[in-house]
């Protein structure tokens, strides 16, 4: 079992920027691939980025591309979110998710990941 748990979220103007923690406990944090998914009121939960397990490579959706930027540090069990120039359709729960597929198919969908987050509010307000 592996335990996530997401911090920073908040209340931010049109512009501004937060940094989403993600801390993992439970397993060897270096053997899954982490990512970020949001779901907005009414709306499906969606890919937002995800990174590789040691080397770092990383894959963002178009809608965040550009202005969001995510990280893992191995040492410290935690996979970050740096999200710059936010807007209001940035809005959702933003939730981590832990994979232990290997698979390249597989990193942009909910089914590809094995343990998740409770989630963090995120809103953007104009």
């Known amino acids: 079992q592996v335990q996530l748990v997401e911090s920073g979220g908040g209340l931010v103007q049109a512009g501004g920027s937060l940094r989403l923690s993600c801390v993992a406990s439970?397993?060897?944090?270096?053997?899954?691939?982490m990512g970020w998914f949001r779901q907005a009121p009414g709306k499906e939960r969606e890919f937002v980025a995800a990174?590789?397990?040691?080397?770092?490579?990383?894959v963002y959706a178009d809608s965040v591309k550009g202005r969001f930027t995510i990280s893992r540090d191995n040492a410290k069990n935690t996979v970050y979110l740096q999200m710059n120039s936010l807007k209001p359709e940035d809005t959702a729960v933003y939730y981590c998710?832990?994979?232990?597929?290997?698979?390249?198919?597989?990193?942009?969908?909910?089914?590809?990941?094995?343990?998740w987050g409770q989630g963090t509010q995120v809103t953007v307000s104009s």
């Open positions: 439970g397993r060897t944090f270096s053997n899954y691939r």
């Open positions: 990174i590789r397990r040691s080397s770092g490579r990383s």
């Open positions: 998710g832990a994979s232990s597929s290997y698979s390249g198919a597989d990193y942009d969908r909910m089914a590809g990941y094995d343990y």
